[in-house]
């Protein structure tokens, strides 16, 4: 199960870390990823990570702004958010899929969600 936290209100420009824990076993072979959903759209594909080699993926409206990485330590894939935009406002949530997935680096078939945490840009 994946639970992720770390969402809040904040002003545009400033930074956040989201979390997402992975409970239930080892991460070996999988891949985490970041999806936001904002209201009324469709829940976009944000970042990703293989857990085994770190490989990371991010989507253009994100890329140079945002920084997934692991700690396989603790079970723990974050999402770290800078020079956020009103745009970015959305609830984020974490997906698991295999690596052996096709298209896992571009956000195909990712599940186990879990509950989100809401990010708010606004001034």
């Known amino acids: 199960q994946l639970q992720a936290s770390g969402g809040g209100l904040v002003q545009p420009g400033d930074s956040l870390r989201l979390s997402c824990a992975a409970s239930?076993?080892?991460?070996?072979?999988?891949?985490i990823g970041w999806f936001r959903q904002a209201p009324g759209k469709e829940r976009e594909w944000v970042s990703c990570?293989?857990?085994?080699?770190?490989?990371?993926f991010y989507a253009d409206s994100v890329k140079d702004r945002f920084t997934i990485s692991r700690d396989k330590t603790k079970n723990t894939v974050y999402l770290q958010m800078n020079n956020l935009k009103p745009e970015d406002t959305a609830v984020y949530f974490c997906?698991?899929?295999?690596?052996?997935?096709?298209?896992?680096?571009?956000?195909?078939?990712?599940?186990?969600w879990g509950q989100g945490t809401l990010v708010t840009v606004s001034s």
């Open positions: 997906g698991i899929t295999s690596l052996y997935t096709t298209g896992w680096a571009l956000g195909f078939g990712y599940n186990d």
């Open positions: 239930g076993g080892s991460l070996e072979n999988y891949a």
């Open positions: 990570i293989s857990s085994s080699f770190g490989g990371t």
